[in-house]
């Protein structure tokens, strides 16, 4: 009895070990206890890193409150400024200076300044919201705002894009409610710097604003580098829309018209693509590139006579368009075929020579034109090889074509080796 006594008690004591270790763990460091340690950093000029370090370790603490957690990010965004001003005095002093540590500490204290107004604006119980540290965030960011802007400068000197955006846009936002002339070159940066990074978002956000404060020689390239974001977001819609925007305002800026004529061929909206043309040939008739986007869309229609007679009407216009070359003498070769197919067999029909005359009139005809693209493309075999080949052949136009075969073999031999 007394053993079963002696087990008894053992046990109970052996039970109540876990609580009494629990009792023993330290109490957690109050959130007023760590925002007294960083204040005594901040005015002993010591310690601010750990001071930090402490605040942050407390961040995701489950007892803690949004409006804890916000005051414990503002009294980092504190820490960071101080680790600042101390750099700052080493300026003022003509001391040796890491500047790049001076601008990344502004950095960090306008990311805490994020995050504790995220936190400041969470909703209480209610669903009511109420801005505890509003006044005291905007102060100290407005408090920096010039600083950031050099920052932004800084690196954008050195090409460090992603850094100057982060500046520029922390600057623009700070100063979103204060007159200043520097906002709109400001945005300007910004949107170049976000397509520069190829983040999207960043190009976005400034985009329309780096446009109306652009000179007007700049203006259609921002309105390109929009259109070309929309595309990388692979947004076809606000694409095509920002195209359509281009060819209002900058229509001799060639990308929004030749882009929008491939999205009507992609789409074989031919006529579409025509009408197109002829609506910007009503502002400016003397450009080459419009009448050839007809010539493309009536040969994509098999309309070779209209396409040849949009060829010669770009050629008018720049003598050296080679496109408008090819597509004149590929319908002429086009027509070539049809009237082979059409043309009578029976060689005693004095049809037949006849039809034969006129096969070889459009060999002829498409020979010139074969032979221009050639003279401008020299190295580009591939695209006029075979078409001469074909003339020549039709033609009898017995040393021509020896040096054309010759060629295209050689050409042949090279790609498979």
């Given at each position: ?219 259609p390239i921002l309105q390109e580098y929009k259109a070309r974001t929309y595309l990388a977001n692979k947004n076809e819609q606000a694409w095509v829309a920002a195209l359509d925007t281009g060819l209002i305002h900058y229509p001799r800026y060639d990308y929004f018209f030749v882009n929008k004529e491939d999205w009507f061929h992609s789409r074989r909206l031919f006529d579409d693509g025509i009408h197109l043309a002829d609506s910007m040939l009503t502002h400016v008739d003397n450009y080459a590139l419009y009448w050839y986007a007809k010539c493309r869309m009536e040969l994509a229609k098999n309309d070779f006579e209209a396409c040849i007679a949009y060829a010669d ?105």
């Amino acid at each position: 009895m007394k053993r079963f006594a002696f087990l008894f008690i053992l046990l109970i004591s052996v039970c109540c070990l876990p609580a009494a270790e629990k009792e023993k763990k330290p109490a957690l460091p109050k959130v007023k206890t760590l925002v007294k340690n960083a204040n005594t950093a901040m005015k002993n000029r010591s310690r601010q890193g750990d001071a930090e370090r402490e605040l942050l370790g407390a961040l995701g603490r489950e007892d803690l409150s949004d409006k804890s957690r916000a005051e414990i990010c503002y009294v980092c965004a504190e820490l960071e400024e101080n680790l600042n001003g101390v750099i700052n005095r080493q300026f003022y002093l003509k001391q040796k200076y890491d500047t790049a540590a001076f601008f990344n500490y502004l950095q960090n204290m306008y990311s805490y300044l994020e995050r504790c107004d995220s936190f400041d604006a969470v909703p209480d119980e209610d669903g009511d919201i109420h801005l505890k540290y509003k006044k005291r965030t905007r102060s100290l960011r407005l408090k920096h705002r010039n600083n950031m802007y050099n920052g932004g400068v800084f690196y954008l000197s050195k090409n460090d894009y992603a850094n100057a955006y982060k500046f520029f846009d922390y600057f623009y936002t700070a100063s979103n409610d204060v007159e200043d002339e520097r906002l709109p070159k400001v945005a300007y940066w910004a949107a170049l710097c976000g397509y520069a990074t190829e983040q999207h978002d960043h190009t976005l956000k400034y985009i329309d604003q780096a446009i109306l404060s652009a000179e007007p020689d700049q203006q259609p390239i921002l309105q390109e580098y929009k259109a070309r974001t929309y595309l990388a977001n692979k947004n076809e819609q606000a694409w095509v829309a920002a195209l359509d925007t281009g060819l209002i305002h900058y229509p001799r800026y060639d990308y929004f018209f030749v882009n929008k004529e491939d999205w009507f061929h992609s789409r074989r909206l031919f006529d579409d693509g025509i009408h197109l043309a002829d609506s910007m040939l009503t502002h400016v008739d003397n450009y080459a590139l419009y009448w050839y986007a007809k010539c493309r869309m009536e040969l994509a229609k098999n309309d070779f006579e209209a396409c040849i007679a949009y060829a010669d009407s770009t050629i008018s216009h720049d003598n050296k368009y080679t496109n408008a070359y090819y597509n004149k003498g590929i319908s002429y070769l086009n027509l070539a075929v049809i009237a082979q197919e059409s043309a009578s067999q029976d060689m005693n029909n004095s049809q037949w020579q006849e039809d034969r005359k006129k096969v070889q009139d459009l060999y002829a005809k498409a020979k010139p034109c074969m032979e221009m693209v050639r003279k401008l493309e020299p190295e580009n075999t591939e695209r006029w090889g075979t078409p001469l080949y074909r003339i020549y052949l039709h033609l009898n136009m017995g040393t021509e074509f020896d040096e054309i075969d010759k060629l295209l073999k050689a050409s042949q031999k090279e790609n498979k080796g």
